[in-house]
């Protein structure tokens, strides 16, 4: 019944993306290993073998991985599912072929949870993954109306309040705004100690935010 719901409703989604943060604004991660991508926010690769992306994803999202590097993965998944490349040639946006490739890697990232909940492993990377990705897709107008903050969120409560799942809960919030935002900011900031590159994204992203 999901599945058929979730695919639904990316046959029923609107336009390309306007700029929205998530898609639009790069997460540092330093030489961290990543989809292949090129210079600039939109800089999907036009030559990118996108019949390799969903297993590439998987293989990359291991649950080591840093969260940063997660949410960087998971905006050039997007990118690519989507079929949006801003440049001469590329794909087709929303093509068959797209909306495939992005309820297909929402699925099978969905499936890890299922897994993971069916052998009481309680894993926060997987609830972080879709969550994140579902909230990626709807500021790329691939989806609307799916709960990813609500996933993300439960991963944050899953790790324990993990540093980086809080500037995850910040970055997701940001727009459209949640009343939740300020506080994801706050703690965020106060449990960055000693993260050099968490910190250097959220003096990007929140550097200019006022403190109440």
């Known amino acids: 019944m999901l599945s058929c719901i979730v695919y639904a409703q990316l046959l029923t989604s609107g336009d390309a993306l306007g700029g929205p943060p998530l898609i639009s604004h790069p997460i540092q991660i330093g030489n961290a290993r990543s989809l292949p991508f090129g210079n600039g926010p939109h800089g999907a690769k036009s030559d990118y073998d ?28 997007t990118l690519y599912a989507s079929g949006i490349y801003r440049g001469d040639g590329g794909w087709k946006n ?25 052998g009481d492993s309680k894993s926060a990377t997987a609830w972080f993954d879709v969550g994140y990705l579902m909230a990626c897709y709807e500021q790329a107008n691939v989806t609307k109306n799916l709960a ?42 106060a449990a960055m100690s000693g993260n050099s590159l968490l910190a250097a994204n959220f003096q990007e992203r929140f550097g200019g935010e006022k403190a109440q």
């Open 148 to 189: 990813g903050y609500e996933f993300v969120k439960k991963a944050l409560a899953l790790s324990g309040n993990d540093a980086e799942m809080e500037f995850a809960c910040a970055v997701v919030t940001v727009w459209p705004k949640n009343a939740e935002h300020r506080q994801h900011v706050q703690r965020a900031k």
């Open 50 to 77: 996108r019949s390799r992306l969903i297993e590439q994803t998987l293989e990359l999202l291991t649950p080591d991985m840093p969260i940063l590097v997660r949410m960087e993965t998971l905006r050039r998944a």
């Open 94 to 118: 929303q093509s068959e072929e797209s909306w495939r490739i992005a309820y297909e890697l929402l699925s099978r990232l969905m499936a890890r949870v299922l897994q993971a909940n069916a």
